[in-house]
């Protein structure tokens, strides 16, 4: 009988320590959502909904609520050119807070500078390892 209020004992509280591990903590339900956004295709259709993804999000969270980063490469990077069709949209992700991304891994291989890219975005050396990190991070992934 002892044995088996010591086991009891010993499930009840690997049981409680397991319920407060999994319950979010005060500072964990106040942390920012995060959404990290691929866009690795050149259609411009395909840009529109990424930005209107991301508009939308901020929408619904409010745009101080939600860390959000566009991450571009392969043949999506020539959307963040300066004379991109979507350039206009690019600059109102930015000016909105989302941080937009190109490929340096991209840029190199397709032969582009900075001097070619619309000036509001940033770079990473790798589109594909930024994604990995940002995931590593908890950032929710997005391909639309």
């Known amino acids: 009988m ?4 010591k086991l ?3 499930l009840l509280g690997g049981a409680l ?12 339900a ?4 995060k959404l990290v956004v691929q866009v690795s295709d050149a259609n411009p259709a395909t840009w529109n909904l990424a930005l209107n993804n991301i508009k939308n999000v901020q929408k ?3 745009k ?6 566009l991450v571009a490469y392969g043949p999506g990077i020539g959307m963040l050119k300066a004379d991109a069709e979507v350039a206009n949209r690019i600059d ?3 000016d909105s807070g989302v941080q937009v991304m190109a490929c340096e891994n991209t840029m190199r291989g397709q032969k582009l500078s900075k001097a070619d890219m619309n000036a ?9 390892v930024e994604i990995l990190q940002r995931q590593q991070q908890g950032y929710a992934y997005l391909r639309p």
């Open 8 to 10: 009891m004992g010993a």
């Open 17 to 28: 320590m397991m319920g407060a591990l999994a319950l979010p903590t005060a500072a964990q």
């Open 64 to 69: 101080d609520n939600v860390d959000l980063e």
């Open 60 to 62: 619904d969270l409010g």
């Open 30 to 33: 106040a942390d920012k959502a």
């Open 92 to 94: 109102e992700a930015v």
């Open 120 to 128: 509001k975005v940033g770079y990473v050396k790798a589109g594909v």
């Open 2 to 5: 002892k044995q088996m209020n």
